[in-house]
């Protein structure tokens, strides 16, 4: 069996084919370095991602304020990073960069503020 991927590493996008026997990763081609093919592997055996969400803003000029993990979490724990990150309200004024979760779930990952928020 093959399965085929972009590799979103960097803006090159290479088209990267993995050829798999048995559940098992037989060979890596069309990666142009290393990164791809780190990529695709992680994709096969423990698939991550950044997760991106907001949490609302009591007394600010917008009564949201946008979120991230710092670092990609499994795939599988997304729906509870998001139930997590749902729990938290903040008061304004929130700066950019700060921390609202750390280390969420024990993924390794704080969730942080992308977008600052005056107050109101
Ligand atoms: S394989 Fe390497 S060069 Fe190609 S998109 Fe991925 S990171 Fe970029």
Known sequence: MTKDFTCIICPNGCEIRAELQDNKII???GNTCDKGADYVTQELTAPKRTVTSSVT?????????????????????IFDVMAEIRKVSLTAPVEAGTVVISDVLGCGCDVI????????
Do not use: Q
């Not at 917008?62 to 670092?71: D, E, I, N, Q």
């Not at 503020?113 to 109101?120: D, E, F, G, I, P």
């Open 27 to 29: 060979s890596i081609t």
């Open 113 to 120: 503020v992308t977008k600052a928020v005056s107050r109101s």
């Open 57 to 77: 803003v009591l007394n600010g000029e917008l009564p949201l304020a946008s979120v991230r993990t710092s670092g990609p979490v499994p795939k599988e724990r």
